[in-house]
């Protein structure tokens, strides 16, 4: 998308997106219109409110929502559901340099015109892209992480009007918005020919690359300290982020305490047992990494 692109569509919709910035309810209602399920989110957070059910709540009942607004605010951050939806969502990080989607892209040959495409932009100027996929499509088979600051979303997402919270240590707060820019969501394109290409593109041991990616980034792993699991990746985090503890010798019973620490201070705790379970099995691994050393 060209400068010019951007500045118009900037200001066709820049008036109308600060006005829905804080209209979650009316845009939750023109989403289930839409034939989305819609759940709630703490305000300012991708986190779930304590005592909810993250997407498990998600409705598409607008009396039910209501209730939902009722008990936890007006301004509740907003996420659909996208497993029902036919949809999924190419998300692309532009957090570092290391981990910029677009750049990956444009190294695989890749151009996508934003111009055609039903998207928005994310408080970290990151961009979400909405694709409708075939009707015998089964998700659960795309491969996820497709490339350096490219994942595939196909369960839920957060969506514009919703706002992160940024704050900072000399106490400044910071909103930063989503941002859709377009059409709705309901006039996604078809997932394109690259896209399917590369979410089965599974790379062989004859590929180049044969070393593992982290499933999570050193700095992803980092804000799971400061922002607890998150709902719906709890086990998967907590896997990765134990795994990194031991490989760079972090005494055991410590790296259990702070997985320990991190899931309690979660919205949605796992229950102890299952933390457990999953740190046994990591460690486990970890003195098999080690040709049977121990920790």
């Known amino acids: ?11 066709k919709f820049g008036d109308r997106t600060q006005e829905t910035n804080n209209n979650s309810i009316l845009t939750s209602q023109e989403l289930i219109a839409q034939g989305f399920s819609v759940y709630l989110l703490s305000e300012g ?9 993250g997407h498990l709540d998600a409705t598409n009942n607008v009396r039910e929502l209501t209730d939902m607004f009722n008990q936890y605010g007006a301004n509740s951050n907003v ?19 290391d981990k910029n989607g677009l750049q990956t892209l444009k190294q695989l ?10 998207f928005e932009t994310t408080p970290r100027n990151g961009l979400h892209l909405f694709y409708r996929v075939p009707d015998d499509l089964d998700v659960t088979k795309l491969k996820r992480n497709i490339g350096a600051g490219l994942e595939v979303v196909v369960d839920k997402i957060t969506v514009a009007p919703s706002y992160k919270e940024f704050r900072f240590q000399d106490g400044h707060i910071e909103y930063k918005y989503y941002r859709h820019l377009g059409k709705s969501f309901n006039e996604a394109s078809m997932m394109p020919k690259w896209l399917m290409d590369l979410t089965f ?7 180049k690359q044969t070393k593992r990616v982290p499933r ?7 804000q799971m300290v400061l922002d607890g699991f998150t709902e719906g990746e709890r086990n998967n985090q ?36 299952e933390i457990n ?13 080690r040709l049977g050393g121990g920790l």
């Open 45 to 53: 957070t991708n986190t779930p409110y304590k005592g909810s059910n």
């Open 277 to 289: 379970t999953i740190f046994r099995s990591v460690y486990n691994a970890e003195k098999r990494r």
């Open 216 to 222: 999570y980034s050193i700095q992803e792993r980092w």
């Open 201 to 207: 593109n599974v790379p062989k041991s004859s590929d």
């Open 109 to 118: 040959g890749i151009k996508v015109n934003f111009d055609n495409e039903v």
């Open 1 to 11: 998308m060209n400068e010019d692109t951007k500045k118009a569509l900037e200001r």
């Open 79 to 97: 996420a659909i559901t996208l497993r029902d939806s036919k949809l999924v969502v190419l998300d692309i990080d532009r957090h570092t340099p």
């Open 238 to 273: 907590a896997v990765s982020l134990a795994g990194y503890l031991l490989k760079v010798h972090v005494k055991a019973n410590v790296a259990y305490e702070i997985i320990q620490k991190i899931n309690n201070d979660s919205a949605l705790p796992l229950p102890e047992s």
